[in-house]
């Protein structure tokens, strides 16, 4: 028996698959991941986010960000949280004004994923200061700084009304609970990103750390995919056993879908799949449907790298 989330995953699939265009079947698979939290009914959801794409490419035209390929997967975002792209608009220009009143660092992507998090969350623009301030209370040094990862935690914090100190302190405070989990230095900083506002206990991150590798050991694609830090992330939310399990169904349940995607695209869709069969997203509420961004962003980079993952996906 599938999992309840597994067969809502394979219909809002099914539902994108059957309006997105020939070059959007990536795309269409992570925006159903990425409504997998609407409250909407399908049929009412797959419309709204084809309104708001629509209003994405009349305002941005064919090269401003978010760029073309991801306007589905952000349309999805907004219209599961019940925003227009107007507002997104809103938002993101009230980050480049207050960048370009501060001075210094940019942010990624046109600021798209930060105004993204922040739109989704229903934060307001005059935001745009306090969100700098705790993008800068937690920025890593530049030679080993996770842009993306970086905004998406302000952008969460903010939401859940964290000052920019108590932000920094929980993401210390992951850090070093994955370092006590036996988590790999090369994994704990992206790890540490993405579960910093979650209750970690190190004990429960080595059981389930120990689970999760002996799961995935013969599946080199499934390994692979999902990487270590995929695999820290997955640890974090302990329940070694459980979660083990639930990637593994994720897996087997995603690869038979078509059209088929290369499998180690296909196994970093599966972890987001397992983190909503566990209940993610109750202290990363505001800013939950932003890890699928994270993804798509990193599947489609290696899509466009591989012209063998380009013709699989299109096929």
Avoid at 3 to 22: N, S, Y
Avoid at 31 to 39: C, D, F, R, V
Avoid at 201 to 224: H, P, Y
Wanted: charged content about 20%; aromatic content about 4%; proline content about 3%.
């Amino acid at each position: 028996m599938t999992h309840a989330v597994i067969d809502r995953f394979k219909a809002l699939d099914a539902a994108f698959q059957a309006r997105a265009g020939r070059g959007e079947k990536l795309q269409a698979r992570f925006a159903a991941l990425a409504a997998l939290s609407a409250q909407q009914d399908v049929e009412s959801l797959i419309e709204g986010v084809f309104e708001v794409r629509g209003e994405l490419n009349q305002r941005l035209g064919h090269w401003r960000a978010p760029d073309k390929p991801m306007r589905l997967v952000y349309a999805t975002v907004l219209a599961t949280s019940q925003k227009r792209a107007s507002q997104f608009f809103v938002l993101r220009k009230a980050l480049q004004d207050e960048r370009a009143r501060r001075g210094g660092r940019g942010l990624s992507h046109g600021a798209a994923p930060a105004a993204l998090a922040l739109c989704s969350a229903g934060a307001d623009p005059h935001q745009a200061d306090t969100f700098f301030d705790a993008l800068e209370a937690i920025a890593a040094p530049w030679w080993r700084r996770e842009a993306g990862r970086e905004e998406v935690l302000a952008a969460a914090g903010i939401a859940l009304g964290l000052l920019p100190d108590e932000l920094a302190d929980k993401l210390d405070q992951a850090r070093q609970a994955l370092r006590d989990g036996g988590i790999p230095n090369s994994a704990v900083e992206a790890a540490a990103y993405e579960v910093a506002l979650l209750d970690l206990k190190g004990g429960e991150i080595a059981s389930a750390w120990t689970s999760l590798n002996l799961a995935v050991r013969g599946r080199s694609s499934l390994r692979s995919g999902v990487g270590r830090a995929g695999l820290a992330v997955l640890a974090a939310h302990g329940n070694g056993q459980e979660t083990a399990e639930a990637l593994v169904r994720s897996f087997d349940a995603l690869v038979p879908l078509k059209p088929r995607l290369p499998q180690q695209t296909t196994a970093k869709l599966a972890m987001r799949l397992t983190l909503a069969q566990l209940g993610d997203g109750s202290s990363m509420r505001a800013a939950s449907e932003l890890a699928a961004i994270l993804a798509a962003q990193a599947a489609m980079i290696a899509a466009v790298t591989s012209g063998a993952v380009v013709a699989t996906a299109a096929s």
